[in-house]
């Protein structure tokens, strides 16, 4: 008897995965992102103009940095091991602060991935290449603040420019940085003994009086000519006159100490021997 062939079997076709609902906006922007609220709670935290969690923690460490400079001014003697203990102090504090930031800048930023958030230009793309690349760069600037009584604004607004910063922005957070860079130097000065502190009323009104009358007219430049570039051209200018107007200063110092020969390099506390 013979057997007739089978059929050969039938493959069925895998069945589509079921497509989610679209979501409407509010559900959208409600709807939790695994860590970092929803989308809302984003757009609500990024529309604040002060936040202040950020400027306690900034005031918080300024406060620590000066108690640290006030301390050594006032109970140690230049030198001894008490004054360097609390100068190297301040790098690990400074450090954990830094550290603590980068952290919340990656987590801040992989939460607006994961939500759907939609960077405009201007926002910053926070990448651990640039978390460790630009911090030394205001590391940099701090230096130079310290070195010359600069608020380090000169290396921090292009720094904000080449990362992508509108200019306006760019240049109002260096100057909110400057406040806290300044006054740290400004301290350091007054505990060395090098700033005349009779000075110091005069001084504070005619820059903050000039602060203002600037603010105000760049503002009205930008408003009326739609340029934000002009801040840039203004910082130029700016910096390019403070060049030349440390020229002769500079030249008048090298000169002097070359006729007096005191090219040699002192102690720190060599005017305090």
């Given amino acids: 008897v013979s057997v007739p062939p089978q059929p050969p079997p039938v493959s069925v076709p895998p069945q589509p995965a079921p497509v989610a609902e679209p979501r409407g906006d509010e559900e959208q922007l409600a709807a939790p992102t695994g860590g970092g609220g929803s989308l809302k709670d984003i757009l609500r935290a990024e529309a604040r103009s002060f936040p202040p969690a950020k400027a306690f923690s900034l005031c918080a460490l300024e406060a620590a940095v000066t108690a640290l400079v006030l301390l050594r001014a006032t109970q140690t003697r230049c030198g001894s091991p008490a004054f360097w203990g609390l100068f190297l102090a301040q790098v690990p504090i400074i450090l954990c602060f830094s550290g603590a930031v980068a952290w919340w800048l990656l987590r801040r930023h992989a939460w607006k991935v994961r939500a759907g958030f ?18 030394l760069w205001c590391s940099l600037a701090g ?55 009779d000075l110091a009323p005069t001084c504070f009104a005619v820059g903050f009086a000039a602060a203002l009358l600037g603010q105000t007219v760049v503002k009205r430049l930008i408003d009326s000519y739609r340029r934000p570039s002009i801040v840039v051209l203004l910082f130029a200018l700016v910096a390019g006159l403070g060049i030349v107007g440390m020229l002769p200063a500079a030249y008048k110092a090298v000169a002097h100490a070359v006729r007096a020969r005191q090219l040699a390099f002192h102690s720190l506390c060599y005017d305090r021997l």
């Fill in 143 to 197: 230096v130079v603040a310290g070195w010359f009584g600069l608020g380090g604004g000169t290396v921090k607004g292009p720094l904000m420019l080449e990362i992508g910063v509108p200019p306006e922005v760019a240049f109002a957070t260096s100057s909110c940085m400057m406040l806290f860079t300044s006054c740290a130097a400004c301290v350091s000065y007054i505990a060395l003994g090098n700033l005349p502190i």
């Fill in 118 to 135: 939609r960077f405009l230009e201007g926002d910053v793309r926070w990448t651990l290449q640039r978390l460790v690349r630009y911090p």
